[in-house]
């Protein structure tokens, strides 16, 4: 099955500055690449998802890009705030079988003021 | 409003006591999942149903039950609770439109069996 890994588990910011998680996956069929965000005692939600068939989606300060041939995609945060401090989960699926997401095991971003 | 719901929220039990947890979600999503959340390991499946009647073992599933009689509920059951099943559980809802699977979580529930 679909293997999602996460790199770093942790990452620790200067309020401004840009913050950039990359997962790397291990199905060539996954094709389907969201990330969601937990924050402190809160449920995991989506803020920004990628199919395989676009290279680069941006959301105001957050974006993602997919490289298919390394098998890897990253979350980029620019002018990062206090409330980008989170847990953030990516996540890997195929839109044939059984859609199963594969979650990574997620990164603490801390925003220091 | 749309959402997903679980109860309860909370929960403290002992061991070999059989538990229920409800979810149910209002989207008429075909699809749910029950997913546990563990320091470090992040979200771990435990099992997913892709519609009534259909349920599928996930990554961790040793220990739980499903079942989806109705498209808008799938509880979890836990028939003899053990302390290694303490954890923080979500249900989730989701369906596939345009190529995206967006998946819904409930509020969660925070079970702890001593």
Redo the contacts between chains.
């Keep these: 099955?679909e293997n999602v890994e996460q790199h770093p588990s942790t990452l620790s910011v200067q309020e401004g500055d840009s913050a950039v998680i990359k997962c790397t996956y291990s199905d060539s069929a996954s094709?389907?690449f969201?990330w969601?965000k937990q924050e402190l005692g809160k449920?995991?939600?989506?803020i920004i998802?990628i199919?395989s068939n676009v290279g680069e989606k941006k959301d105001q300060r957050i974006a993602v890009t997919l490289n298919k041939t390394a098998k890897h995609f990253s979350l980029h945060i620019t002018e990062t705030q206090p409330e980008d401090s989170a847990v953030y989960?990516c996540a890997a699926?195929s839109?044939y079988g059984?859609?199963?997401?594969?979650?990574?095991?997620?990164n603490q971003v801390v925003v220091i003021p | 409003e749309a959402q997903v719901t679980q109860n309860p929220r909370y929960l403290i039990t002992v061991t070999g006591k059989k538990l229920t947890v409800t979810c149910s979600q209002n989207m008429n999503h075909e699809y749910m999942s029950w997913y546990r959340q563990d320091p470090g390991l992040g979200l771990r499946q435990i099992y997913y149903s892709m519609n009534v009647e259909v349920t599928d073992k996930g990554d961790v599933p040793e220990g739980y039950k499903v079942s989806r009689k109705e498209k808008r509920n799938f509880p979890l059951i836990l028939e003899s609770p053990s302390p290694n099943q303490t954890s923080l559980y979500f249900c989730a809802s989701s369906t596939w439109t345009s190529g995206r699977h967006e998946q819904y979580f409930g509020p969660g529930t925070r079970l702890t069996v001593t």
């Design positions: 099955g094709n389907y969201p969601y449920r995991p939600q989506l998802d199919r989960f699926s839109a059984n859609n199963r997401l594969a979650f990574g095991k997620g």
